[in-house]
């Protein structure tokens, strides 16, 4: 049984370039969400995509978006790379039941650096 | 606004003695509380979760913990280290009523032999 799958597993981008990380859920899940996890931060929450749709978004500007594919998959694009972008991204998947109440499953993330 | 507190950077403690690494919460409504590890360059691995009950949760590995309503604390406890459960510990809450985790910012354990 796969766990969730993130790619690539690490990246090198320049100020000003965009990025498009992905991500595939554990088997059985459905629901998609985005953290973003500063050196010595815990992860602070980006996105969560149902349904091929964003449900849920947390304190970061516009430049974060995303998508959901039918197969439940999801991609995390960034526009215009800052240097304070650089970080580990990590995919959590989960069941969609509205109660939150069943643990969201992580990737092992995507390292961004920003030269 | 509901948050997370986790008020130790580093918990160091001795192979074969008990840890504790502690966890504080501030949210609206029921709590919904979840403890996470992470290993060097690596994602979040689920340890345990409290919903609703006992207030003693047992998880992965050995790792238990105590919630505490009056104190609004959700600390993780195991009764004997281990050299390889060094690694940074991560406690979280949902923020309600959405799905959105709130996470602490980590407490790294060092477990010396």
């Known amino acids: 049984d796969a766990g969730v799958t993130q790619s690539p597993t690490h990246l090198i981008k320049t100020r000003g370039q965009q990025v498009t990380l992905r991500c595939s859920p554990k088997s059985g899940h459905d629901t998609v969400s985005w953290y973003q996890q500063a050196l010595g931060q815990g992860p602070q929450f980006i996105f969560q995509?149902?349904?091929?749709?964003?449900?849920q978004r947390g304190n970061f500007p516009d430049r974060f978006s995303g998508h959901q594919f039918p197969n439940y998959s999801s991609e995390l694009n960034v526009n215009a790379l800052l240097l304070g972008d650089s970080a580990l991204y990590l995919c959590a998947s989960s069941l969609f039941q509205g109660l939150g109440n069943q643990p969201q499953h992580f990737g092992d993330g995507t390292r961004l650096s920003i030269l | 606004a509901q948050s997370v507190a986790q008020p130790e950077d580093q918990v160091n403690v001795a192979e074969g003695n008990p840890l504790t690494v502690k966890c504080t919460y501030s949210?609206?409504?029921?709590?919904?509380l979840f403890w996470y590890v992470q290993y060097p360059n690596r994602g979040l691995q689920f340890l345990l979760k409290y919903i609703t009950g006992d207030n003693l949760v047992k998880g992965s590995y050995g790792f238990e913990a105590e919630f505490n309503k009056s104190q609004t604390s959700f600390h993780l406890k195991k009764p004997s280290a281990l050299v390889s459960d060094s690694a940074l510990y991560l406690c979280a809450v949902r923020e309600n009523p959405t799905d959105k985790l709130i996470f602490g910012t980590g407490t790294r354990l060092q477990v010396f032999p």
């Open positions: 995509y149902y349904e091929e749709e964003e449900r």
């Open positions: 949210v609206s409504g029921n709590p919904y």
